[in-house]
């Protein structure tokens, strides 16, 4: 029989559970209990099932997740027996959240810090600009929520300039790849009139991206004012809740960027007839007056009323003449813009050439082989490689 001194037993039973932690990654799983953070350093709490339980300690900065009492979780550490107490705990490395209970109870903790912080604030919110020059898009290249934000953005404000930034929308890497693309938007120099982010819908665990921390932190932040879009309208994201603007779908979203040429069309046409109305009313009005005037006045003031008449013809003249010049002036801007309209051409047959980031390429010089492109045409998008780039002159 091999005899050990206490300290050389706990020693053997360390080194024997670090070359298991090295043989092979494991977890534990089970119930949070007796959570408590001790001198704002340090987070311990116990970890337990129906029978047994093991205590777990991990430093604060190195909690992602806000974890309380009864949630379900999956610790992934080192275990080890502390010689001072001889007592085995969990170093743990990483925390895991467990079914959709725990996500939603930590989401909730974290929801109610964030609004405490004044994250989601009404005051400090933006309003987008009525008519928008140009725009970043953060979105997946490849997603519905493109295609369906892009069309209806071309059908009411053609325009619109619109630079994609593609990202990951769901899984492990797309908070830090959202963050980076929003991050680029704010260094990149470019006069964007807002920021667009949008996904389609999905289930709660897919759309747990959009509820990272930091996210909304760097959406409160930004200097561009933010419209968000997740596409869903049962679960809110935080990334929605600190935008200035939330959208409940892609579609919505565009509604809400940009108006609908049309509308505008008939807005200016509506207000150049009412102040086209007012002005003639107006100018009646002192016609009469000055006749009243002139009437009521001393016998001399009557035969300047033939002046007044001519000086009254000549200005009403003038004014109906600056009207017109104005309307037809109305009348070609909006020839223009229809002619402006990219839909327009689409339904001649024709098709124009996007790069990934949404911007039109209007000349071979922008093209290069290996080329990721995407053909746009009356019914839809076709994505598209360059392998051959010929210059004509």
């Given at each position: 029989?091999?005899?050990?001194?206490?300290?050389?037993?706990?020693?053997?039973?360390?080194?024997?559970?670090?070359?298991?932690?090295?043989?092979?990654?494991?977890?534990?799983?089970?119930?949070?209990?007796?959570?408590?953070?001790?001198?704002?350093?340090?987070?311990?709490?116990?970890?337990?099932?129906?029978?047994?339980?093991?205590?777990?300690?991990?430093?604060?900065?190195?909690?992602?997740?806000?974890?309380?009492?009864?949630?379900?979780?999956?610790?992934?550490?080192?275990?080890?027996?502390?010689?001072?107490?001889?007592?085995?705990?969990?170093?743990?490395?990483?925390?895991?959240?467990?079914?959709?209970?725990?996500?939603?109870?930590?989401?909730?903790?974290?929801?109610?810090?964030?609004?405490?912080?004044?994250?989601?604030?009404?005051?400090?919110?933006?309003?987008?600009?009525?008519?928008?020059?140009?725009?970043?898009?953060?979105?997946?290249?490849?997603?519905?929520?493109?295609?369906?934000?892009?069309?209806?953005?071309?059908?009411?404000?053609?325009?619109?300039?619109?630079?994609?930034?593609?990202?990951?929308?769901?899984?492990?890497?797309?908070?830090?790849?959202?963050?980076?693309?929003?991050?680029?938007?704010?260094?990149?120099?470019?006069?964007?009139?807002a920021v667009v982010l949008t996904r389609g819908g999905g289930s709660f665990e897919e759309l747990m991206a959009f509820n990272d921390e930091q996210l909304a932190r760097d959406i409160f932040a930004s200097r561009i004012p933010v419209l968000a879009a997740i596409g869903h309208e049962r679960d809110v994201t935080l990334a929605e809740e600190a935008a200035d603007v939330r959208g409940s779908t892609p579609?919505?979203?565009?509604?809400?960027?940009?108006?609908?040429?049309?509308?505008?069309?008939?807005?200016?046409?509506?207000?150049?007839?009412?102040?086209?109305?007012?002005?003639?009313?107006?100018?009646?009005?002192?016609?009469?007056?000055?006749?009243?005037?002139?009437?009521?006045?001393?016998?001399?003031?009557?035969?300047?009323?033939?002046?007044?008449?001519?000086?009254?013809?000549?200005?009403?003249?003038?004014?109906?003449?600056?009207?017109?010049?104005?309307?037809?002036?109305?009348?070609?801007?909006?020839?223009?813009?229809?002619?402006l309209d990219p839909t327009a051409v689409l339904a001649r047959g024709y098709s124009f050439v996007q790069d990934t980031r949404g911007r039109v390429i209007s000349g071979v010089s922008r093209l290069g082989r290996g080329q990721a492109i995407f053909v746009r045409m009356k019914d839809g998008t076709a994505g598209a490689t360059v392998n051959v780039v010929k210059k004509q002159f």
């Amino acid at each position: 029989m091999r005899i050990f001194s206490v300290t050389e037993f706990i020693e053997l039973v360390n080194e024997t559970l670090q070359a298991l932690d090295a043989y092979e990654a494991f977890a534990v799983e089970g119930e949070v209990s007796g959570y408590r953070v001790n001198q704002g350093q340090w987070v311990t709490f116990d970890l337990k099932d129906e029978r047994s339980l093991v205590n777990v300690f991990l430093p604060i900065w190195k909690l992602r997740t806000p974890l309380e009492d009864g949630m379900r979780i999956r610790v992934a550490g080192t275990g080890r027996v502390y010689a001072k107490y001889g007592k085995f705990s969990l170093s743990a490395e990483q925390i895991e959240l467990v079914g959709e209970g725990a996500l939603r109870k930590a989401l909730a903790l974290l929801r109610h810090r964030l609004e405490q912080e004044g994250l989601f604030t009404s005051e400090r919110k933006r309003e987008l600009p009525r008519f928008p020059r140009r725009i970043a898009l953060i979105a997946s290249r490849d997603s519905a929520a493109y295609g369906d934000f892009t069309r209806i953005v071309c059908e009411r404000w053609p325009l619109l300039d619109i630079h994609l930034y593609n990202v990951l929308v769901q899984g492990e890497r797309a908070p830090e790849d959202i963050r980076r693309a929003l991050a680029a938007v704010q260094a990149s120099g470019e006069a964007y009139d807002a920021v667009v982010l949008t996904r389609g819908g999905g289930s709660f665990e897919e759309l747990m991206a959009f509820n990272d921390e930091q996210l909304a932190r760097d959406i409160f932040a930004s200097r561009i004012p933010v419209l968000a879009a997740i596409g869903h309208e049962r679960d809110v994201t935080l990334a929605e809740e600190a935008a200035d603007v939330r959208g409940s779908t892609p579609t919505d979203a565009a509604r809400r960027l940009v108006p609908d040429r049309r509308d505008v069309e008939y807005e200016i046409a509506s207000r150049i007839r009412s102040m086209s109305d007012s002005l003639l009313r107006r100018l009646q009005e002192n016609r009469t007056a000055l006749h009243r005037i002139l009437e009521s006045g001393s016998h001399w003031a009557s035969r300047y009323r033939i002046q007044v008449d001519a000086w009254a013809s000549a200005t009403e003249g003038g004014m109906r003449q600056l009207l017109e010049s104005n309307r037809e002036r109305l009348q070609h801007l909006t020839r223009l813009l229809k002619g402006l309209d990219p839909t327009a051409v689409l339904a001649r047959g024709y098709s124009f050439v996007q790069d990934t980031r949404g911007r039109v390429i209007s000349g071979v010089s922008r093209l290069g082989r290996g080329q990721a492109i995407f053909v746009r045409m009356k019914d839809g998008t076709a994505g598209a490689t360059v392998n051959v780039v010929k210059k004509q002159f």
